[in-house]
């Protein structure tokens, strides 16, 4: 885990039209995603998990290794994981393309994504795509650093998303809070 931040910066300056953050999520900001994962069984699916700070997180929290699923792009990235957390599966590929390799439903979809930075239909296809793989009373979880919330509006409207927001996560670069996404009425 140590040389998390290193392969992080050496991939920043690199690929800096893929990798957008600043710095690597911070452990608060990790473990609040986790912490709105819901208990019990069922996969989860994580959306651009970098060098695996999330990924962490999320197995700490409980979530089985063989019920984790990570779709990143970025090569070294995915050597990375592939190294660092044996039992996940890791795929190299794109968000949108989750349910080709996970069956769902599952009960939580983790997104590190930057969504408001992508066009509409991109961001159309990976939130949809990702209530459709988790059906009715999955839950779509998303960070931002920005003040308002991490879905395109009408896309919010489309699906018929409700949501909740955590407090400001301080110990972050920069500042974050994580947005929970459900289908109205779950």
Do not use: C
Not at 20 to 38: K, R
Not at 54 to 76: S, Y
């Amino acid at each position: 885990m140590a040389n998390q931040l290193a392969i992080f910066l050496g991939e920043l300056i690199r690929r800096p039209t893929q990798v957008v953050a600043l710095a690597p999520s911070s452990v608060a900001l990790s473990e609040e995603m986790a912490a709105q994962v819901p208990q019990g069984d069922g996969a989860v699916v994580e959306l651009g998990p970098g060098t695996g700070k999330i990924t962490t997180a999320l197995l700490n929290a409980g979530v089985p290794a063989k019920d984790l699923h990570l779709f990143e792009l970025n090569p070294v990235f995915v050597s990375h994981l592939q190294a660092e957390f044996p039992g996940v599966a890791v795929h190299e590929d794109r968000a949108e393309n989750a349910s080709t390799y996970v069956d769902g439903p599952v009960k939580a979809v983790v997104s590190g994504l930057p969504l408001l930075s992508m066009p509409f239909e991109v961001q159309q296809a990976i939130v949809g795509g990702a209530f459709d793989l988790m059906g009715s009373d999955g839950r779509y979880i998303q960070f931002t650093y920005g003040p308002k919330p991490p879905v395109n509006e009408r896309l919010r409207g489309e699906l018929g998303l409700t949501w909740t927001k955590s407090r400001k996560i301080w110990g972050n670069l920069p500042p974050a809070r994580v947005y929970t996404f459900t289908r109205s009425g779950n």
